[in-house]
Nanobody, 122 residues
Framework: QVQLVESGGGLVQAGDSLRVSCAAS????????MGWFRQAPGKEREFVAN????????YYGDSVKGRFTISRDNAKNTVYLEMASLKPEDTAVYYC???????????????WGQGTQVTVSS
């Protein structure tokens, strides 16, 4: 079992930057791929970014490509999502997830955090 806890969300203005973190505990010896997803009210969960164990492969959703950066520090069991040039449409609950595959599909991830709210005001 792996427990994931997101932090760092908050209220920011359009154009600002924000970093959210995801701390893992439990069976962290397994070399999980990690992903970030988000869900806005009334919308389906959307893929944001993923990263493999060794950090040499990442992939981003089209809506965040060039603005968001995913990274991880395995020594700290933490994954980060750096968000820049934030837009009101980035407003959502952001979830991190762990899985055996580096995937864009939520169903491929086995463990999920509780989410952290990011609100971008115009």
């Amino acid at each position: 079992q792996v427990q994931l806890v997101e932090s760092g969300g908050g209220l920011v203005q359009a154009g600002d930057s924000l970093r959210v973190s995801c701390a893992a505990s439990g069976r962290t010896s397994t070399k999980y791929a990690m992903g970030w997803f988000r869900q806005a009210p009334g919308k389906e969960r959307e893929f944001v970014a993923n990263i493999n164990w060794s950090s040499d492969s990442t992939y981003y959703g089209d809506s965040v490509k060039g603005r968001f950066t995913i990274s991880r520090d395995n020594a700290k069991n933490t994954v980060y999502l750096e968000m820049a040039s934030l837009k009101p449409e980035d407003t959502a609950v952001y979830y991190c997830a762990a899985g055996y595959l580096r995937s864009t599909r939520a169903s491929d991830y086995h463990y999920w955090g509780q989410g952290t709210q990011v609100t971008v005001s115009s």
